[in-house]
């Protein structure tokens, strides 16, 4: 056994779910953590420090939102992938806002939580961005040169408007975790910017139709409806 | 409300008096007789009794037609004349009516209520039996299945524990599924809980719908076809992502000999208009009425025990888009294969 494999501290009141994410893990070469409750989640987190969190919401002593305002709080910035049996988009985007940085809704298949445990860990390596040592961003066959603000798709230019070209970057730089409509607003138009909702998804609409995507098949942009955006690796 | 019925009720009631009043008038001059004048505003007492909410107006009306009657119609003219006994008489008679007229309606409109609620009860109790009988298939695999696998571990070969294990998974998939949608009809059905309707993007609804329906059934592929304009729709999009994804599945799982699997989004005028269409066998004749309805209408569960056939999927379909204020329709197509459509309204 190695002594580098990836800690991940998975906090779960439910015994069963608890035993079953421990054992996908495990088998896929994970050192596995587990705690019941968010006490004991955050002392576990202290003492352990782990790679990644998968997060229950639903904790006997406290909500799973008080763990991620505890986590940043203190500016860890460790990914925190929220286990949600709520399907309510709100409650989604609250955690996220709070600065988790996935979730994944109960119930939930291995692939899916794996393909998210990898996404979110190879978020931490590159330490929140995926900026290689020549200033460029790649992603299959999109390539943003961050110098030379150019997007490129096999080779070939897209050309973007300053506004779509800086939400692109925005998602590329948090590769891996979801944006929500509010932050990228925020980030890309500014917090005193009213414009809402209706602006921003004009925007991705025509963003995505230059990069070549349709519905069913994205291969760069991933929507998460009613709730934002993220960009990905892996679709799954 | 309260306030409203109230001035409502009064209104009735001074109108119809009035309008007796003049009648009576009308009729003494026609007539010549008094006979009919007592006996009109007993009908107008019965009717505004009727009528109105409890028996406040109803005692009202037989006491101010008792003293109309009083005033206007005996000796002496123009004049009350409250101590006779025939105005006692009459006065009691027409409070009698009232009070009596007034107790009925009220019992009659109780009985209403109970009925309403009976019945509204009866198709709680048919969902539940259905529920709970199709709940019961998936369990007796998933539970038979992992007993087997538990207490012959050792002598089922490999591939046989595969098979059985691929079966749960299948089974559980189908029961999140069930659930879902039971989940999605109760909120719904509880009338206070308001839709959570936000402007969505109408081709990223598509695209989550693609998704979804691509992870459970891999092998079918969808044709869509929608506009190529940015189309913004005001809705509940987790609701209307399940509708799509309810139609679609009801395609794969019952249009035998399917082939081609076409999702295609029109607008006209404010609505946008969904239509998904398969070149399956398309619905029996028997069916297809009560496609929308039938899961709440089955008084028997199949007696063979099989999965019900046209699932909970298409009621829960049909409750969504009622709720959203739009129109579900199921049709075969003249060219074979059957085709379910709905309507939404556009933003504003």
Redesign the interface.
């Known amino acids: 056994m190695n002594n580098n494999r990836y800690k991940i501290l998975v906090i779960e009141d439910e015994n069963n779910i608890r035993s079953f994410a421990k054992a996908i893990l495990e088998a896929n070469d994970y050192q596995v953590l587990t705690a019941e409750t968010c006490g004991n989640g955050i002392m576990m987190f202290s003492s352990h420090r782990p790679d990644l969190v998968l997060l229950d919401l639903g904790l006997p002593d406290k909500d799973g939102l008080e763990f991620i305002r505890f986590l940043r709080d203190r500016q860890e910035v460790v990914p925190i992938l929220v286990l949600s049996a709520r399907t309510n988009e709100a409650d989604k985007i609250e955690a996220l806002d709070l600065g988790a940085n996935d979730y994944i809704t109960k119930p939930f298949g291995t692939g899916e939580l794996l393909a998210r445990v990898r996404a979110a860990l190879r978020v931490s390596r590159y330490n929140g961005s995926m900026l290689a040592s020549d200033g460029k961003f790649t992603l299959h066959d999109l390539v943003i040169d961050y110098d030379r603000r150019i997007i490129t798709i096999a080779g070939e230019e897209i050309k973007l408007t300053q506004t779509e070209y800086n939400i692109l970057v925005l998602l590329a730089r948090h590769t891996g975790k979801v944006l929500t409509y509010a932050t990228i607003i925020r980030e890309v138009w500014g917090p005193s910017d009213d414009g809402g909702v209706k602006k921003l998804q004009v925007n991705m609409a025509n963003l995505r139709k230059k990069l070549g995507e349709k519905p069913g098949d994205n291969r760069y942009i991933i929507n998460e409806l009613g709730v934002g955006y993220r960009i990905c690796e892996e679709t799954h | 409300m309260k306030l409203q019925l109230n001035i409502k009720d009064a209104l009735f009631t001074i109108i119809t008096l009035l309008l007796l009043l003049f009648l009576n008038i009308w009729m003494q001059d026609m007539f010549d007789t008094k006979t009919l004048i007592p006996m009109i505003f007993v009908l107008g007492v019965f009717l505004i009794s009727l009528k109105t909410q409890g028996y406040f107006w109803g005692i009202t009306a037989s006491l101010l037609s008792v003293l109309a009657v009083n005033y206007a119609f005996t000796y002496p003219y123009y004049a009350f004349d409250l101590i006779s006994p025939e105005c006692v008489a009459s006065a009691l008679v027409m409070l009698i009516v009232a009070i009596l007229t007034g107790t009925l309606t009220t019992q009659i409109k109780h009985q209403e209520k109970i009925k309403a609620e009976t019945e509204k009860e009866h198709m709680r109790a048919n969902l539940l039996r259905a529920v709970s009988h199709d709940l019961r298939t998936p369990l007796t695999t998933i539970y038979g299945s992992c007993s087997a696998v538990m207490e012959n571990y050792d002598s089922l070969s490999k591939e046989q524990q595969l098979k059985l294990l691929g079966e749960m998974q299948k089974d ?1 998939e189908w029961l ?1 599924r069930m659930v879902e949608n039971l ?1 999605s009809v109760t909120r719904i059905d509880d009338g206070k809980v308001q839709l ?1 309707k ?4 109408l ?9 979804k329906f ?1 992870k459970r059934c891999p092998n079918q592929t ?1 044709e ?1 076809e ?1 506009p190529e304009e ?1 189309i ?1 729709i005001p809705m509940d ?2 609701l209307i ?1 399940q509708v799509l994804i309810n139609i679609l599945e009801n395609a794969v799982d019952h249009a035998t000999g399917m082939t081609e699997l076409k999702l295609s989004v029109t607008t006209k005028d404010s609505f946008a208009l969904f239509c998904i269409s398969d070149n399956g066998c398309g619905i029996s004749a028997d069916r297809i009425d009560k496609i929308f309805t039938g899961y709440f209408d089955r008084d028997t569960s199949p007696a063979d025990g099989s999965r019900s056939n046209m699932g909970i999927g298409l009621t829960v379909c049909a409750a969504i888009i009622k709720a959203h204020g739009g129109e579900i329709h199921a049709y075969n197509n003249s060219s074979g294969g059957a085709s379910f459509s709905f309507s939404l309204k556009l933003e504003s």
Do not use: G, K
């Open positions: 559980s999140i989940l959570t936000s402007p969505t993007v081709e990223e609804l598509i695209d989550a719908v693609l998704i691509r969808v869509v929608i940015f913004s999009a987790m992502e």
